[in-house]
């Protein structure tokens, strides 16, 4: 596609119930990031993928936090049993090679309530 | 392990005035140095990229940056603040040379101009 989509945009949940986050690359890009944006913090990196491979997942906070990407393009974030703390805007990001210039998407903004 | 450190949470500059944001990288010279800007309600967009080809580095909207070896330093500069400019920035670098190289950010700055 054009740019990286995200989806949902928006999401309110209820505390304990999981949430599945979808992210679609640029076409080509082959590595994808996940970061989260809480409210007036920086990024927090928590995974990437070079094709569908993860090199790096130290950055998810708990065994609560997966990510999958198949086919070297969409990749699911999944949160279980989501918790208030899991608030935050979930940012996707891809890039054409690991390390260089990454292009973001919109994000999906997640409440847990 | 790369890193990147932004000095101060939060700059207010005058319209017209000179725009200065601090970045410091941890460790070795790395392939690839970023800023990116985030204007209000809006993604992260890219603002400039140092790639080794030049150390002082162009961007878009008259921002530039400056790579200096000795100060393991990429500080962002504007020589006049424009009321536009109110955004975060965030510096970022590239963790390394290979393909498992992952983009690592710092904490952000959040720039307020004063009229």
């Known amino acids: 596609g054009a740019g990286v989509s995200q989806s949902p945009s928006n999401k309110v949940t209820e505390k304990g119930k999981d949430v599945e986050l979808r992210c679609d690359p640029i076409s080509g890009h082959t590595a994808l990031y996940w970061y989260r944006q809480s409210l007036g913090q920086g990024l927090e990196f928590l995974i990437y993928?070079?094709?569908?491979?993860?090199?790096?997942k130290s950055g998810l906070p708990s065994d609560r936090f997966s990510a999958e990407r198949t086919g070297g393009s969409v990749s699911t974030l999944t949160i279980q049993r989501t918790q208030q703390e899991d608030s935050a805007v979930y940012l996707c990001a891809s890039s054409f090679e690991a390390g260089n210039t990454i292009y973001f998407g919109e994000g999906s903004w997640l409440t847990v309530v | 392990a790369q890193s990147v450190t932004q000095l101060g949470s939060h700059v207010s500059v005058s319209e017209g005035a000179l725009v200065l944001l601090r970045c410091n990288y941890s460790?070795?010279?790395?392939?690839?140095l970023f800023w990116y800007v985030q204007y209000p309600n809006q993604g992260l967009q890219l603002l400039l990229k140092y790639t080794s080809a030049a150390t002082l580095v162009k961007g878009i909207n008259g921002f530039e940056a400056e790579f200096k070896k000795s100060e393991t330093s990429f500080h962002l500069t504007k020589p006049s603040a424009h009321m536009s400019d109110a955004a975060e920035y965030f510096c970022a670098v590239s963790s390394g040379y290979s393909s498992a190289s992952k983009i690592i950010f710092g904490s952000g700055t959040r720039l307020s101009i004063r009229p």
């Open positions: 460790s070795s010279v790395p392939p690839y």
């Open positions: 993928f070079q094709g569908n491979s993860a090199p790096d």
